[in-house]
């Protein structure tokens, strides 16, 4: 019986071997795809290309560390690699694929033709099929009997299916990543927790040995983002807004048209089997992060044997960006096309004092923290709990420095979540900055200043980038608003509804908490008056959340207004019923405005329907 992963720097990999006890022959290596390259052979207008589905040892953490026996595609008398072969033709292709399927298993492979393929074990299957529309897509086969108790070995089985446009070559600067999700246990709707064995991938590798790509000022970027997992990944980019330029599945793509006003994000929620396009523009040098934002999705990666890691709070690291994290990772670099350099801007600002507390009550395994905000020479208060965090109002172009202090006993630092920004003061532990300097964590009783000058009136968030999981649960999220005139803002018809993770994990598995309460206070509300509700989703997991707003059970409408704090165009501005599904780190903004007296309930369920929050709204 092989082992599926062994200590060491070499995999063990054995076999029950009758009466002279002999090891098993090695199982071949498994090389990393970065999808640059494109398999088979092209030849007037026809690919021929031939698969082969083998068993091999993959390495997601880097040669040198242990690996884990899974099956993988390989062109035939070729390397097996994760993910599989990269299939990319221009539109108009003809396709001629043979897929062999050397397992003990049938193998059943989706995304090559309009239908599954079944290949028998030891067979060989001839496919011929047009190539689709331009587009992104993908394939992937399934071999392993579905009820089995063992490790997720199909969960490499897969590989990107590119369609360019006729008469388009692809560029440089257009990447295909391709996320996986191998676990030690298969795993109902892809739910994870803190203490899964598992390997979290993009492009076959998980953070920090992830490719770090790079990019100059003024560059246009394209990911094309597949998520061949179970799971679902809210992926984030840090600094700067993408356009969703397309969003599909396996098998059919809608590309959106340029003529169209793009659908402009920080964070857009892939679902699984689900594939989306982006583009953006790097407009700032520096380190920045394109990540999943569920946080389970990037913790740090447990030994290939299992071994359970030490707490967080017992780590003691060097560098939290790529000790504390795991997984869905990736890191950018953004030169400008001169010599580098960090722009630590000066002049008049607005000055705020954001201190990260101990909070009443807690344990150091479910710890209780918080944030108090202060301005000028007034002292911080807060009601405690400290719950939710303070809203942080900002005025659009307003220079603003905000001094944040630890008085906490652990390292910590605080992302500004959507907020366009230098990248020295992004907030990413470790990570952030450009060159030689480097933000580093906060350390206790030591603080940050963070400079920024918000460009756009919008919803927004900020959260701990240190030690994201134990320091979010514990209270220290809140929202960032940022209006054209902080004199007019009025909080009882301009509404912030934080949703987040209750700090005891035995809470976090039935309810959620809206503004830092499990049972808020009714919002009181008139009729024929507008209500703009700014929903801020940090919850830690949970990524298919879904906010409703009910009179009894039926729906009512709202208008959409704004995504990740920028405004919709007036096309997608439209009234609509009032619910929306939700990933972690994004942001919505709708405008209520109730038609009859009575009473309203806002809503937060889980993907599967369990509710998990209520607001009472009482209008009058």
Known sequence: MRTLFAAGSAIAVLASSGPHNRPAPAVERIVINDNRVAAGTLTNGVLTIALEAREGEWHPDGDASPGLVVRAFAERGKSLSVPGPLIRVPEGTAIHASVTNTLARTLVVHGLAADTIQVAAGATRDVRVPARAAGTYFYRGVASDSTAPGPTVDAELNGAFIVDPRGMQAGARDRVLVIALWSAKPLPNGLVNTKTHLRFTINGKAWPNTERLSYAIGDTVRFRIINASSAVHPMHLHGFYFDVASRGTATVDTVYQSSAPPFRVVTERAAPGRTFTMT???????????????????????????????????????????????????????????????????????????SAVRDTGGTDAEPSYGYALQEGAARATAARPMLPGPVILLKRGEPVAITVVNRLTEMTAVHWHGIELE?????????????????????????FVAHFTPPRSGTFMYHPHADEVRQQQAGMTGALIVVDDPATYDPTHDIVLLLTVPRLAADAAASVMVNGSFAPPPLEMRVGERYRLRIVD??????????????????????????????????????????????????????????????????????????????PIRVR
């Not at 990248?423 to 603080?447: K, W």
Request: with cysteine; charged share 20%; aromatic share 6%.
């Open 280 to 354: 953006w523009v790097p407009e700032r040098a520096g380190n920045w992060l394109f990540h999943c934002h569920d946080n389970y999705h990037v913790l740090r990666n447990t030994p290939m044997d299992g071994t359970p890691l030490p707490a967080e709070h017992l780590a003691h690291v060097k560098n939290h960006a790529t000790d504390m994290m795991g997984g869905l990772v990736m890191g950018i670099d953004v030169r400008g096309r001169e010599a580098p350099s960090v722009v630590l801007a000066g002049g008049v600002r607005r000055a705020l004092r954001l």
């Open 538 to 615: 940090i919850h830690t997991f949970r990524p298919s959340m879904v906010a409703r707003v009910l009179r009894d059970s039926t729906l009512v409408t709202w208008r959409a207004v704004a995504k990740d704090g920028m405004d919709l165009p007036a096309v997608r501005a439209t009234v609509r019923p009032a619910v929306q599904q939700m990933g972690n780190g994004e942001t919505y903004d709708f405008e209520l405005q109730p038609t009859q007296a009575g009473d309203l309930r806002f809503t937060v369920s889980s993907g599967i329907g369990a509710l998990l929050a209520t607001l």
């Open 423 to 447: 990248s020295y003061f992004d907030g990413v532990a470790d990570f952030s900055g450009l060159g030689t300097r480097i933000t580093h964590a906060i350390a206790p009783n030591d603080s």
